[in-house]
Nanobody
Framework: VQQVATGGGLVQTGASLRISCTTSERTSSGITLAWFRQAPGEEHEFVAAFRWNGGHTYYADSVKGRFTISRDNSRSTVTLQMNSLEPEDTATYYC??????????????????WGQGTEVNVSS
C-alpha cells in the first residue's frame, strides 16, 4: 500500500493549510491512518490519527484544538486541516498506515506503510 501526501507549503504564523493523504489501495476497516511530522534533526512526532473502524480521532496535545483529521471514505483519503499555524509546526509531514492497538497509536514503529512526506513551513 502506498500513500501520497499533498498540500504542504510556506505560510505565515496564524495561517491555515490543508494536507491530504490518499492510499493506493482500497482501505480496509481495520486500519489507522495517521500523520506524523519530523523537523530537521528530530525524531518522528505523532500529530493525529484516524481509526477507519468507528471514525475515532486522536491528537497530540500540541495540536489539539488547532488541527482536525478527517476522511473521505469514497477516495480512501485522510485530510489534516491545520489552523492557527505556529513556527513550531514547521516540519515534513508524513502520513502512515498501520494497525496499532489503541495504547500504541502514537508510536511511529506501529505503522508499516509511509508516504513520501510533504513540507510545511511556517514563518514568524
Amino acid at each position: 500500500v502506498q500513500q501520497v501526501a499533498t498540500g504542504g507549503g510556506l505560510v505565515q504564523t496564524g495561517a491555515s493549510l490543508r494536507i491530504s493523504c490518499t492510499t493506493s489501495e482500497r482501505t480496509s476497516s481495520g486500519i489507522t491512518l495517521a500523520w506524523f511530522r519530523q523537523a530537521p534533526g528530530e525524531e518522528h512526532e505523532f500529530v493525529a490519527a484516524f481509526r477507519w473502524n468507528g471514525g475515532h480521532t486522536y491528537y497530540a496535545d500540541s495540536v489539539k484544538g488547532r488541527f482536525t483529521i478527517s476522511r473521505d471514505n469514497s477516495r480512501s483519503t485522510v485530510t489534516l486541516q491545520m489552523n492557527s499555524l505556529e513556527p513550531e509546526d514547521t516540519a515534513t509531514y508524513y502520513c502512515a498506515e498501520g494497525r496499532p492497538i489503541l495504547s500504541a497509536i502514537r508510536l511511529s514503529r506501529m505503522y508499516t506503510s509511509w508516504g513520501q512526506g510533504t513540507e510545511v513551513n511556517v514563518s514568524s
